[in-house]
């Protein structure tokens, strides 16, 4: 059978967390870049919401939203449940989930991905606001310091092994570790659990995307950065 296709762009989080989870479900995938701005009226049909990401099996089943992808593929692939095996695990799971996706996202990733790169993608002429920069700069600091909470107490975001909440925040701070504005050597517990992450196989592919004219920082794509 042949593989599914994902309607995906380079820097979104939330196109990032699919990828990985497909890679941690080994699961070989055609990758479509969509530019969404463009509204193409055959992506519009495939999701009406017009957003990134889009998963197309082989049959013509058609996904939409990061979340709903997620759960679909830990549910036909539940050899290492990505949610939690029990309901409190999967509870918490779904809380981080859910902070990446909104807190993170609106206070760091929208602030300094959009502001920096979407916006420059979507051929937006005034650069990036300084007022929102400033924000993401400060408010990265607090989810770094959470995260260092969380992983002196646990081995992964949830608990005892790799789940979703890790995807979803190493998809969010792969994004700004792009434009080199994670501030790493300040959030010491934060930093190791990322070099965990970003050795996995499921992780590696991401780190060798670059954006045409927009090389990431020297430590990107760097295991023992
Ligand atoms: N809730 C959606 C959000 C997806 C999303 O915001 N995608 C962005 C790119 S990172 C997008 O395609 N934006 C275009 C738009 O909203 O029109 C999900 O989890 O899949």
């Known amino acids: 059978m042949s593989p599914p296709t994902l309607y995906h762009l380079w820097l979104c989080p939330f196109s990032r967390k699919v990828r990985i989870v497909l890679g941690e ?7 479509v870049i969509e530019r969404v701005w463009e509204q193409r009226p055959d ?3 495939l ?3 017009a957003d990134v990401p889009v998963l197309v099996d082989a049959e013509g089943l058609t996904l ?13 692939q539940p050899n290492q449940p990505l949610f939690g095996s029990d309901p409190r695990v999967r509870a918490e799971v779904r809380r981080l989930v859910n902070w990446f996706d909104v807190k993170f ?9 959009g502001e920096k790169i979407v916006k420059r993608q979507m051929g937006i002429r005034h650069g990036p606001d300084s007022r929102l920069v400033r924000i993401g700069y400060a408010m990265i ?4 310091d959470y995260i260092g909470w969380l992983i002196e107490r646990r081995r992964w975001l949830a608990g005892d092994v790799l789940s979703m909440a890790d995807i979803a925040a190493a998809a969010h701070l792969s994004t700004v570790d792009y434009l080199g504005d994670v501030p790493w050597e300040d959030f010491p517990a934060a930093k190791d659990w990322y070099a965990r992450v970003k050795s996995r196989p499921s992780v590696r592919p ?5 954006l045409p004219g927009i090389p990431p ?3 990107y794509a760097d295991l023992d950065f």
Do not use: G, M
């Open 141 to 144: 600091r607090q989810h770094l």
């Open 206 to 210: 991401l780190l060798a995307d670059h």
């Open 217 to 219: 920082p020297a430590h």
């Open 105 to 113: 996202n609106r206070d760091v990733t929208i602030n300094l991905v």
């Open 43 to 45: 992506f519009l049909a």
């Open 64 to 76: 939409s939203d990061s979340a709903a992808i997620t759960e679909y593929l830990d549910e036909i």
């Open 47 to 49: 999701n009406p919401a």
């Open 25 to 31: 479900k080994k699961i070989a995938c055609n990758l």
